[in-house]
């Protein structure tokens, strides 16, 4: 199993631990009260038992079941409110929908990989599995690319010399939909991405708007399709994002199709891999991290071109 892409996991499923408990002092507070999150506060009224497990794969399933106790106490918590305080329950419902992504998420979209061959059933019965080909190791599949590309950019950044590091690739991704759609959303489809290191929040920030405006201006002058430029929710981030901005075309139907996606996903990533540089003084700290999601060929600009054409 990667530790590397557990680790950057969890790094962002703990950034969005804090939000919510910055969140909840917040009304805590604004409701007259004093919220208590110590270290021995949260211990002792953790619905849940703090268990570190033996190895990787004791720890996951922890922390998948701790996940789902949290599920089930925000519930219990938000018919406890009921219809008496309408803005605590709406809090506590969309901090209960972020947990159900997570517990649900980081489960379904992870192909396990347990063996490397496979062979033909001396019964007849096709290609089957071939058991003596079972991996030491099983191999973890993440949909999403931070992880190696960041596993590298480790030995490669050492000095502020170093930056800015810009990479663009076209990679196949494999995800596991819920409800595929032909051209627009399948299980695997070929995308561009491109994931940038900086030196300093600014220019990071001045890339992620860059790029942004760069497909904004690809899909409306080159493909002749207009589409809304914009910043994300909170709740539509992408997790681990600190802002995320995107270009979004109006189907057919009246709904809305992301077409091309831009991160700022700030020192995220280069804590999960422990990524430093020196500076210009020789201090070591932190690169800030800017990566970009763009998943549009295959998957949204093309068909809405095809359809816009189709149309006239």
Known sequence: MNAESVKSEFLAHAGEEQAHADQLAERIVQLGGEPNL?????ADRSHSEYIEGENLEDMIKEDLVAERIAIESYRDVIAFVGSDDPTTRRLLEEILM????????????????????????????????????????????????????????????????????????????????????????????LWQEGHTAHATKEEAMEETMKMVNIYADFAENFLALPVIKGHKSENERFAGALDTLCIEAL???????????????????????????????????????????????????VPLVQKKTANK
Not at 104 to 110: I, T, V
Not at 158 to 172: E, K, M, T, V
């Open 38 to 42: 110590s270290p021995e506060g949260l």
């Open 98 to 189: 972020k947990e159900e992504e997570h517990a649900e998420g980081f489960a379904k979209e992870c192909a396990v990989v347990t063996h490397y061959r496979l062979k033909n059933d001396p019964n007849g019965g096709g290609i089957v599995v071939d058991e003596d080909a079972k991996l030491e190791e099983e191999l973890i599949v993440r949909p999403t690319s931070e992880t190696i590309i960041w596993n590298t950019y480790r030995g490669w950044i050492q000095s502020y010399r170093d930056l800015p590091i810009l990479i663009n690739q076209w990679a196949n991704v494999v995800r596991w939909e819920m409800r595929t759609r032909l051209f627009l959303r399948t299980a695997e489809f």
């Open 251 to 301: 189907m057919q139907d009246g709904k809305a199709l992301p077409a091309g996606t831009s991160h700022f996903l700030g020192q995220n990533f280069a804590k999960a891999f422990d990524v430093k540089f020196a500076d210009k003084e020789g201090k070591l700290d932190y690169d800030q991290l800017l990566g970009q999601w763009k998943n549009w060929v295959k998957t949204s600009l």
